[in-house]
Nanobody
């Protein structure tokens, strides 16, 4: 069993910055990948960024150059540094952990609200 707890969400002005954190607990393996997804009102959940156990990253085109994902393998946590925020970044952000070995199942946090508004 894996538990993921997000923190750091809140209200921020356009062009501002915010840093999200996700702490994982339970049975975590070194090969597990982690990432962030988001869901805006009325829209499907979409990938924001992922990071492998080896540090390889993947970003959605909409956030490249603005967001940075990082992880601490010792703590089994993942952060998302969000800069130059736009109103369209407003969404609930979910932390994700994907097993690095069979059955490669996904675990999700409860989400943290990010609102970008003047």
């Amino acid at each position: 069993q894996v538990q993921l707890v997000e923190s750091g969400g809140g209200l921020v002005q356009p062009v501002g910055s915010l840093r999200l954190s996700c702490a994982a607990s339970g049975t975590i393996f070194r090969l597990d990948a982690m990432g962030w997804y988001r869901q805006a009102p009325g829209k499907q959940r979409e990938l924001v960024a992922t990071i492998s156990s080896g540090g390889s990253t993947n970003y959605a085109d909409s956030v490249k150059g603005r967001f940075t994902i990082s992880r601490d393998n010792a703590k089994i946590s993942v952060d998302l540094q969000m800069n130059s925020l736009k109103p369209e970044d407003t969404a609930i952000y979910f932390c994700n952990l994907r097993r690095g070995a069979w059955p490669n199942r996904d675990y999700w946090g409860q989400g943290t609200q990010v609102t970008v508004s003047s």
